[in-house]
């Protein structure tokens, strides 16, 4: 295997680790029922986070077909 491959291979398994955290923060906030926190910074910024993380989970999807 060359180092390409290798490093192909280590980027690939970073991004489902960080997918994968990013789908149970999805999660919680999908379950969040207070609506004071709905408009919170926080939650906003962790949305977008997760839209972002979803467009590279779509790109990591074509990486393996």
Do not use: C, W
């Amino acid at each position: 295997m060359d180092i390409r491959e290798q490093l192909r291979l280590e980027l690939t398994e970073k991004l489902s680790g960080l997918l994968m955290t990013a789908q149970e923060l999805g999660f919680e906030l999908a379950t969040l029922n207070d609506p004071q926190l709905l408009n919170h910074p926080v939650v906003i910024k962790a949305r977008e986070l997760i839209i972002k993380l979803k467009e590279l989970y779509e790109l990591q999807k074509k990486l393996r077909t």
